[in-house]
C-alpha cells in the first residue's frame, strides 16, 4: 500500500507510532528537581540529523506543540540539535499522542510524566483560583507550591529509572 492508498486517518495513526518509536530509542521523559523547591517535566529529543529534527519539529508543530531547540557544537564531531518540550500543556499533548503507540521500557515513563503532568495542571489552576479570590493580590505566583506530591513523583520517576538498569543520569 502506498501513500496515496492510505486514507488521512491511517497517514495519522502510521505518523504518529512511527515518532513513538522514535522517542523510545532516540527520545527522553524526565521529572526533574531544579532550583530551589522546583519540579520540572520535560520530553528531550536529540539527534545530529538535521533533517531528522527537521521532520520531528513539524510534527511537534503540527499539533500545536510549543518546543525550543539548541545546538552544541562539539570539537571533532558533528553538531548535536536538543529538542525539549517543557510546557505542561505541551508535554501533555504529546503524551497522549505518543503513548498509546509506545511499547518498550519508555512507556512507563511517559505514562509517569503525563500523570504528574496533570497533576501540576490541576493543582495550579486551583492555585490561580485562589489568587483571584485574593482579589488578583499574588500571594504566591501563579502556580502551585513544590510539595509531597511533586516529591513522590521525582520518588517515583528515580525508582522507575533506577529499576531500568540504565546508565542515564537522573538529574
Given amino acids: 500500500m502506498n501513500d496515496e492508498t492510505m486514507d488521512n486517518q491511517q497517514q495519522t495513526l502510521i505518523e504518529n507510532a512511527y515518532y513513538a518509536g522514535l522517542m523510545e530509542g532516540e527520545g527522553s521523559f524526565n521529572i526533574s528537581y531544579i532550583l530551589k523547591h522546583q519540579v520540572r517535566a520535560a520530553i528531550d529529543f536529540t539527534n545530529t ?6 521532520v520531528y519539529t513539524d510534527f511537534l508543530k503540527k499539533y500545536d506543540i510549543t518546543y525550543f ?15 525539549a518540550v517543557m510546557k505542561l500543556n505541551s508535554i501533555k499533548r504529546l503524551c497522549e499522542i505518543l503513548i498509546p503507540y509506545m511499547r518498550g521500557k519508555k512507556k512507563n515513563e511517559a505514562s509517569l510524566i503525563y500523570k504528574f503532568v496533570l ?19 499574588i500571594i504566591s505566583g501563579n502556580h502551585a507550591k513544590f510539595d509531597e506530591i511533586d516529591k513522590k513523583f521525582l520518588e517515583e520517576y528515580k525508582d522507575l529509572k533506577q529499576s531500568r538498569g540504565c546508565s542515564e543520569t537522573i538529574r
Avoid at 531547540?69 to 529538542?83: A, N
Avoid at 492555585?127 to 485574593?134: I, S, V
Wanted: proline share 0%.
Fill in 49 to 54: 540529523d538535521v533533517v531528522l529534527i527537521d
Fill in 69 to 83: 531547540v539548541s545546538k552544541r557544537k562539539r570539537k571533532g564531531s558533528r553538531d548535536c540539535y536538543h529538542v
Fill in 119 to 137: 497533576s501540576r495542571l490541576t493543582r495550579n489552576k486551583e492555585a490561580l483560583a485562589k489568587m483571584h479570590g485574593n482579589k488578583g493580590k
